[in-house]
């Protein structure tokens, strides 16, 4: 399954996150802390464990710890319509 961040997604950094938008929707979604970088890793198509294993390295931590706290997020993210994952 690849995931990749919708290119009609609006968006813009913060000092604290990253503040998302999909088109038509009136609510935003802020990622903050660690969620910057998972939406930088999300500008080019990932498998999930690929993701983790970026998460991994940037934030010198455990991939399998980030996949059991990551999975609930991109979730969310597919399901607010900000994300997309596919099979391939």
Known sequence: MATLRRADVLWR???DGVLIR???ADELTMLAGTGRTLWAVLDEPATFD???ERLAV???A???SI???LRP???DLVERGVVESSDG
């Open 13 to 15: 950094a913060t000092l």
């Open 22 to 24: 999909p088109l038509g």
């Open 50 to 52: 690929e993701v983790c």
């Open 58 to 60: 940037d934030h010198d």
């Open 62 to 64: 455990d991939a399998a």
């Open 67 to 69: 996949a059991i706290d």
């Open 73 to 75: 997020v991109i979730d």
